[in-house]
């Protein structure tokens, strides 16, 4: 069946998902969630005394709620107490030296594993050179839990790149304990390689290893029930696929649903929630557009939650976070995002309202949340700030 999908913008649905998947998404909105009648918000500078080059991530420990920890593109990560009035910060992994920062290259992300208050182990993704992307395990330092063990990097998994874009670089624990990886096409305007949609490469995917185990030949091991495993010329890495550059994805920890932002072509961002074995369409589709002009079969493609179109200033969405804090009660329950170009941030239900909560004009590199669940926002001004409600709007 030849057709082009389309949705008006901002009543989308997940119409290529069937019931089955709707159902272990846990669609179901909150009732006790409001958007129309949202607050109107602000953001605060929340840690006014740092500031950080080019922050592209923040993460907690999960049971330690008294440190930060944010990495810069330029290969450092920094920890601080989770104190307002913080003024020291200090290095916690330092790979500036081994990292190439070209374009969208860098210390992409990283995340702590789920027995880390006892095995000590971080997983870090970066770029050692411009045709190259590792994921890589740290381990802490066994005299200081403020620094990094350099010298004990195991790399995981190499992903090539063709080009210094669209690297991805998201990574995630999964509620099953495997590792989530997003990675990009590749680079190169549309996909000229068909990256996305090819199964046998692991470019313009979300991956899936398990860190636990080591199969032969591997410094890992493929769980055995992803998606691809038993097909031929496909990478059993492979968790879902048709993606163009998902920047930050998240899972809600109450849900356990897989949300993405996945950075759009010329038309269309999106946000994506993700299945096991789902194709996203690109570069067949952008977003719920026809971008293959001779070839835009849609069939059994999976339509994001919701999309928005590229204006002058809407331009690169960053993923975000469903918001699971307790001090902003009426975003609870609510995903929260925005645009890196036009800084505008925005609360998305699991039935694809949308709401403009703030435009901040900041360069909204990635959220982050801390052990309590609060949300923050690192920007390429150098700053970590945080959402705030305003008591009364003035006229």
Known sequence: MKRIASVLLGV???FYISCSDADELNLTPNPDVQIDSLAVFTVNNAFS????????DLQATGADSTRIFVAEKGGIIKVFNNVATTEEVTTFLDISARTATASELG???????????????????YTPNEELAVVSRFKVSETDANMVDETSETILLEIPQPATNHNGGQ??????GFLYIASGDGGGSGDPDGNAQNLSNLLGKILRIDVD????????AIPSDNPFVEEENARGEVFAYGLRNPWRFSFDNQTNTLWAGDVG????????????????????????????????????LIAPLYEYGRTENDKSVTGGYVYRGDALPELQGLYIY???VSGRIWALDQAGNNKLIFESELAISSFGSDANNELYICAFDGKIYELAEVAEVQP
């Open 12 to 14: 989308t649905s997940l």
């Open 49 to 56: 005394n740092l500031s950080f080059n080019n922050p592209l």
């Open 107 to 125: 210390l992409l992300g990283f995340a702590f594993h789920p027995q880390y208050t006892t095995n000590g182990f971080l997983y870090v993704v």
């Open 171 to 176: 990574l995630a624990f999964g509620p099953d």
């Open 213 to 220: 185990a080591m199969d032969e030949g591997l410094n890992y």
């Open 265 to 300: 072509q010329d038309e269309k961002e999106e946000i994506n929630l993700i299945v096991k074995g789902g194709n996203y369409g690109w570069n067949i589709l952008e977003g719920t557009s026809c971008f293959l002009e001779n070839d835009c079969d849609d069939t059994g």
């Open 338 to 340: 925005g645009d890196f």
